[in-house]
């Protein structure tokens, strides 16, 4: 059973940075995509970047693209989301998800896409 944890929420100024750890452990033989989601107060699960998780292409939101950073440490199966420039309405719940890379595709930052979620790790922007 794939298991994923977040680590790294907090309370942070417009304009700050925070680096989110996914600590995964209970992969079997394959290729896995990892993704990173938030979901705001009373909004839907926006999905925010995807790799894989032999590395190569990373994918990302329009939103985040050129603040936000995904990547990953093979030896210690931690996937990282760096979010730089940050901005009051990206206060969330942010979480990573994981699945079975497709045969054929690039990884996909819809919800759908994955069965195994961790539980979440709050961030809030504000001063």
């Known amino acids: 059973q794939l298991q994923l944890v977040e680590s790294g929420g907090g309370l942070v100024q417009p304009g700050g940075s925070l680096r989110l750890s996914c600590a995964a452990s209970?992969?079997?033989?394959?290729?896995?995509?990892i993704a990173w989601f938030r979901q705001a107060p009373g909004k839907e699960r926006e999905g925010l970047s995807c790799?894989?998780?032999?590395?190569?292409?990373?994918n990302y939101a329009d939103s985040v693209r050129g603040r936000f950073t995904i990547s990953i440490d093979f030896v210690k199966n931690v996937v990282y989301l760096q979010m730089n420039s940050l901005k009051a309405e990206e206060t969330g719940i942010y979480y990573c998800?994981?699945?079975?890379?497709?045969?054929?595709?690039?990884?996909?930052?819809?919800?759908?896409?994955?069965?195994?979620w961790g539980q979440g790790t709050q961030v809030t922007v504000s001063s």
């Open positions: 998800a994981a699945d079975l890379a497709p045969y054929l595709g690039a990884c996909s930052v819809a919800p759908e896409r994955y069965r195994y």
């Open positions: 209970g992969f079997t033989k394959g290729d896995y995509d």
């Open positions: 790799m894989r998780s032999t590395g190569g292409r990373r």
